[in-house]
């Protein structure tokens, strides 16, 4: 049985740093394609950084170029982004997804994960 389970969100005052968590299992993690989506409230689940397998290539969606830096530690099973000066205005539910297939649609879609974790919601107070 496949699971993602997404750690490291919680509420943080303004300016203040996060480290969110995503520890998979029953999968071939070094072989897997991880992305790291977030979804706010009434709106589509946007993505933001993805990690492909043995390459450990990256792309990350324009608005968080920059700002975020998405890692794995494959020994452990678990990838990492770290939120930093996080600011109040958009604090949504993080989700981890795994793509273990090379196929449509493409990685830039949810629609392209097989299998997603239960979330973790981020929250900036000011």
């Known amino acids: 049985q496949v699971q993602l389970v997404e750690s490291g969100g919680g509420l943080v005052q303004a300016g203040g740093s996060l480290r969110l968590s995503c520890a998979a299992s029953g999968l071939i993690f070094s072989r897997t394609t991880m992305g790291w989506f977030r979804q706010a409230p009434g709106k589509e689940r946007e993505f933001v950084a993805v990690?492909?397998?043995?390459?450990?290539?990256?792309v990350y969606a324009d608005s968080v170029k920059g700002r975020f830096t998405i890692s794995k530690d494959s020994a452990k099973n678990t990838v990492y982004l770290p939120l930093n000066s996080l600011k109040p205005e958009y604090t949504p539910i993080f989700y981890c997804g795994a793509r273990p297939t090379y196929t449509t649609p493409s990685f830039y879609s949810p629609l392209g994960y097989d299998y997603w974790g239960q979330g973790t919601q981020v929250t900036v107070s000011s």
């Open positions: 990690i492909f397998p043995e390459s450990d290539n990256t």
